[in-house]
């Protein structure tokens, strides 16, 4: 279960919780990886540079699951341990890069494969490279926590996260909704000096604007859970 920290908004921001060395270790590490060829868990172009499947890429970068202040959030988000880290991913925003990142939640999670008995409640079930990507019942995601690490210092000027705050509270809900959606919950701009860690529920509704500046806006995304999968399921990732 998670703690009532992130229950109420939906989100919390840790403005100061990597010191600058830290912080730029971990950009070291990923810049300095080279491009590999035909590696589907990279993907490289003018608005966009992402990598999925960020810890089994870049191995070195797992130093960071240990790290005090990483763990002194999620003992804050969760009622039991152990988590392990689900997912991970790097964003980079470039400057000027026209990714616009549309409102949603976040449903899915990635598992090694898909069995021929598939559990009760686990649904839109698509191949990826090397995993699937499965929609699970809502109580693995109520119980699932987004650790954004900025890298950068991140604004409004270069794509930072706008929220519908407590927007989880109903679960999930179809973007069909998401007029009303609007309507109740109040948008905020989610700015976060570098350093920062922004935590969020999956089930929160968030989008990104265009980055209007020159300055990158490269982010660190851990996705962290204390529940353990259904037989014959496994996590895709799954970093303890």
């Not at 026209?98 to 999670?109: A, E, P, R, S, Y």
């Not at 000027?157 to 519908?164: E, F």
């Amino acid at each position: 279960m998670i703690k009532t920290q992130i229950l109420e908004k939906g989100y919390v921001i840790y403005p100061n919780a990597l010191p600058a060395q830290v912080t730029q270790e971990l950009l070291n590490q990923i810049i300095h990886t080279p491009l590999p060829q035909d590696n589907s868990y990279f993907r490289a172009h003018q608005d966009l540079f992402a990598i999925r499947n960020l810890l089994g890429e870049i191995p070195s970068l797992k130093t960071i699951l240990k790290n005090n202040q990483v763990q002194q959030i999620l003992q804050q988000q969760f009622l039991t341990l152990p988590v392990r880290c689900i997912k991970a991913i790097y964003f980079d925003k470039p400057p000027q890069s026209n990714w616009v990142v549309n409102w949603h939640q976040d449903l899915t999670i990635n598992v090694k494969q898909k069995p021929n008995d598939v559990p009760k409640g686990f649904k839109k079930w698509i191949k990826k490279a090397g995993f699937w990507s499965v929609q699970p019942p809502v109580n693995y995601l109520e119980n699932i926590v987004t650790l954004r690490i900025h890298l950068d210092e991140c604004t409004v000027n270069n794509g930072a996260l706008k929220v519908l705050e407590a927007s989880h509270i109903p679960g999930i809900k179809p973007s069909q909704n998401l007029t009303d959606l609007k309507k109740t919950y109040n948008e905020i701009t989610c700015e976060v000096p570098k350093g920062g860690i922004f935590v969020m529920s999956p089930l929160l509704w968030h989008a990104s604007s265009k980055n209007k500046s020159m300055r990158h806006r490269r982010v660190i995304h851990l996705e962290f859970s204390n529940l353990k999968l259904p037989e014959h399921l496994e996590w895709f990732e799954g970093q303890a």
